[in-house]
């Protein structure tokens, strides 16, 4: 089963930047996609950023030109740059695996994003 581990949350000033990475304990020629999901209090799961195995990259409307979602191969991790962070931007974010071949995709445990006013 493959496993994630999220680190880099915290808490941050509104316009400060944070730096989320997620390492995946699987090969990687079994990754379709990671990304990042974030849900807030009361709100709704949502996908924040993503990159496929071919590199093409997703990103909610609201955090295009703030976020950059990149990856590293070798090390089998995804990184979330978060710039000129908002309070909107507060949640919690979750590492999200998507796999090829069938396999199970995988979730990381969440990581508490908190950006002050």
Not at 41 to 66: C, F, H, M, W
């Amino acid at each position: 089963q493959a496993q994630l581990v999220e680190s880099g949350g915290g808490l941050v000033q509104a316009g400060g930047s944070l730096r989320l990475s997620c390492a995946a304990s699987v090969s990687i020629l079994t990754i379709n996609a990671m990304g990042w999901y974030r849900q807030a209090p009361g709100k709704q799961r949502e996908l924040v950023a993503s990159i496929t195995s071919g590199g093409i990259t997703n990103y909610l409307d609201s955090v295009k030109g703030r976020f950059t979602i990149s990856r590293d191969n070798a090390k089998v991790t995804v990184h979330l740059q978060m710039n000129n962070l908002k309070p909107e931007d507060t949640a919690v974010y979750y590492c999200h695996l998507n796999r090829k071949f069938g396999l199970l995709e995988a979730w990381g445990q969440g990581t508490l994003v908190t950006v002050s006013s």
